[in-house]
């Protein structure tokens, strides 16, 4: 049965926790690209959350990266998370989030996570009941290496030129997908990564 991962309502806001090595008292220009269009760019920013974590991603398994961008002019809205198996308990997941925008600089959170079937009041609350979501770093670091070049092809194959950009890329355990979407108009199109992580998979 499918189970999914939902976000308890209390968090704990840690916008200082990273001041040093994420620059937080100095964030830089607006964010024009989702994290990851450039080499080693979500792989640093997976670091700078695995930090937040105080663990490192050879420790921890992983059950979802996410990396999304909204394109609004002179506002965009860059946001990366990570779900993780807590480094002090195996049996709870946590999730880690990043976000950058106008008048969110550089921010970062943490969250406990509740794991759920579909059927809502039936919880998994111990780690025997979701390891088979879980994936390690290095089983996906061929789509964390590779993501600049996905970002290329996707924008190629939308066909929405210079209209378009990358809304959203995501690893979970059974492979990896990317979104893009046209500035002006509400269209979009996924594309499923191939399983030997070189490409993306258009449709005939």
């Known amino acids: 049965m499918k189970k999914d991962f939902f976000r308890n309502m209390l968090s704990i806001p840690v916008f200082a926790a990273l001041a040093t090595s994420c620059g937080s008292f100095n964030p830089g220009p607006l964010p024009e690209n989702i994290v990851g269009d450039a080499p080693g ?60 925008m106008k008048e969110r600089r550089n921010s970062y959170e943490r969250y406990d996570l509740t794991v759920a079937t579909r059927v809502s009041e039936d919880l998994i609350d111990t780690y025997e009941g979701y390891k088979d979501m879980l994936f390690t770093y290095d089983d996906i670091r061929k789509y964390i290496d590779n993501l600049p070049s996905y ?33 002006d108009a509400n269209i979009s199109k996924t594309y499923n990564i191939s399983t030997d992580g070189k490409n993306i998979i258009v449709a005939e």
């Open 151 to 183: 970002c290329e092809e996707a924008i190629k194959a939308s066909g929405y030129k210079d209209d378009a950009y990358i809304s959203n890329f995501e690893i979970n355990a059974d492979g990896a997908s990317i979104s893009v979407k046209h500035k």
């Open 41 to 100: 760019e979500l792989k640093s920013k997976i670091c700078d959350l695995m930090e937040l974590a105080e663990t490192d991603s050879t420790k921890v398994e992983f059950a979802e990266i996410t990396t999304t961008f909204i394109y609004r002019p002179n506002d965009h809205n860059a946001h990366a998370h990570i779900q993780i198996v807590s480094p002090s308990d195996k049996n709870k997941m946590e999730q880690l989030d990043w976000n950058d």
